[in-house]
C-alpha cells in the first residue's frame, strides 16, 4: 500500500511539472500574404500614357450564320473543327466568374456569355473549354493564341486595343470601395489615409493607387478579401460586379460610395481575328434583342439591383 501511494506522488509531481494553463504565454504571428502580393507606389506607365482612341466603338456585325454551318476559312469554322471553344474566364469572382464548390463547375454572368458564343458555333453551349486566367494574364493568353475568346470583366480601354480586339460592350460597370462595416470609411476620398487592395492588371489598379496611402497589389479579388479578413488592408477597390461578389461571400462587409469610374466590359479577341469579332457582336446584339441577356443578369447580378437596359452597341464602320 505504501508503495502505491509513493507512486501516485510522483505521478502527480511528474504531471503537475511545467506551468500551469494560466502562466502558458501564447505566441503572436503576422497573417502571411498571399503569394505575389506587392506594393504599389505609382500607377502602370501605360495608364498614364495611353492612347487616344474611340474606345467602345467596335465593328459592325453581319448576319449571324447558322450554328454548325460556319463560313469556310474563317476563324470560326477553326474553333468549329476542333470541337470546342477555349475560352479564358475567372474561377475567383463570385457572380461573375467562380467555381461552383458543389458541382465544380465554372459559373457566373461572364461564363453564361461565353456559353452563349459557344452557343451560337455549335448549337450546343456545353461545347466550351473553360481556361481560368488572373487579371494580368487576359492579354497574353489572347497573344499566345491559348484562348479564343477572354470573357473575364475585362475594361476596353486604348491602350488594350493597342494588344487585342474588343467585342461592343457587353455589361457597364464602375469601380468603387468594399470595406469592413463600421469602418468609417464612405467612398474613394476616405482612402488617403488607408491602405487599399486591387489585382494586378487590373484597370482599377491605376485608378486607385494615387488617392490611397498603400496601394497593395494581388493575383485575385478573393485574395483581397482574405487580406481584408484579416486585417490587412482597409478596403478593397474594383467594379461594382466584382465588389458585389465579395460582400455576398462576407456579410460583415458592405460596398460603399458611388462609381468614380465607368468600366465597359468587352470580350476580348486575339488581335487581327475581325470575322470572330463581327460574329461575337451578332451573338451579342441577338442576347439584348431576345432576352438572353436580361435573363442572364436576372440569374446571376440581382445583388446589383433590377435589371438595367443592354448596354446599346456603337460600331465604327
Known amino acids: ?66 450554328a454548325g454551318q460556319m463560313p469556310a476559312g474563317s476563324t470560326m469554322a477553326k474553333i468549329a473543327q ?26 457566373g454572368f461572364d461564363v453564361d456569355v461565353a456559353r452563349q458564343i459557344a452557343k451560337a458555333v455549335f448549337g450546343d453551349e456545353k461545347k466550351v473549354q473553360f481556361k481560368v486566367v488572373t487579371s494580368a494574364e487576359r492579354i497574353p493568353m489572347l497573344q499566345s493564341g491559348a484562348v479564343d475568346v477572354v470573357v473575364r ?6 491602350d488594350r486595343l493597342e494588344d487585342v480586339d474588343f467585342s461592343q460592350v457587353y455589361y457597364q460597370a464602375g469601380q468603387r470601395v468594399l470595406v469592413r462595416r463600421n469602418s468609417g470609411i464612405t467612398g474613394v476620398e476616405g482612402l488617403a489615409d488607408r491602405r487599399v487592395c486591387v489585382a494586378s492588371g487590373s484597370t482599377s489598379l491605376g485608378n486607385v493607387v494615387n488617392r490611397a496611402k498603400t496601394t497593395v497589389s494581388v493575383p485575385n479579388w478573393t485574395d483581397c478579401l482574405v487580406m481584408l479578413q484579416q486585417g490587412q488592408t482597409d478596403a478593397i ?19 460603399v460610395g458611388a462609381r468614380f469610374t465607368d468600366e465597359s466590359y468587352g470580350v476580348g479577341v486575339p488581335k487581327g481575328q475581325e470575322d470572330l469579332v463581327r460574329f461575337v457582336n451578332g451573338v451579342l ?3 439584348r434583342t431576345d432576352g438572353t441577356w436580361s435573363g442572364i443578369y436576372g440569374r446571376w447580378l440581382t445583388p446589383l439591383g433590377p435589371a438595367p437596359a443592354p448596354p446599346v452597341a456603337r460600331y465604327r464602320d
Open 1 to 66: 500500500m505504501r508503495r502505491l501511494a509513493l507512486a501516485a506522488v510522483l505521478l502527480l509531481g511528474a504531471c503537475s511539472a511545467g506551468p500551469a494553463p494560466s502562466e502558458v504565454v501564447p505566441r503572436s504571428a503576422a497573417a502571411p500574404q498571399p503569394a505575389n502580393a506587392s506594393t504599389v507606389s505609382a500607377a502602370p506607365s501605360s495608364a498614364a500614357g495611353a492612347p487616344s482612341c474611340d474606345a467602345t466603338a467596335s465593328l459592325r456585325p453581319g448576319p449571324l450564320p447558322q
Open 82 to 107: 476542333r470541337g470546342r471553344l477555349i475560352a479564358g474566364v475567372d474561377q475567383n469572382s463570385f457572380l461573375m466568374g467562380f467555381r461552383n464548390s458543389f458541382t465544380g463547375e465554372i459559373e
Open 153 to 158: 470583366t475585362m475594361t476596353i480601354t486604348c
Open 237 to 255: 477597390s474594383t467594379d461594382d460586379t466584382i465588389l458585389a461578389g465579395l460582400a455576398a461571400q462576407d456579410p460583415y462587409t458592405e460596398v
Open 285 to 287: 446584339e441577338r442576347m
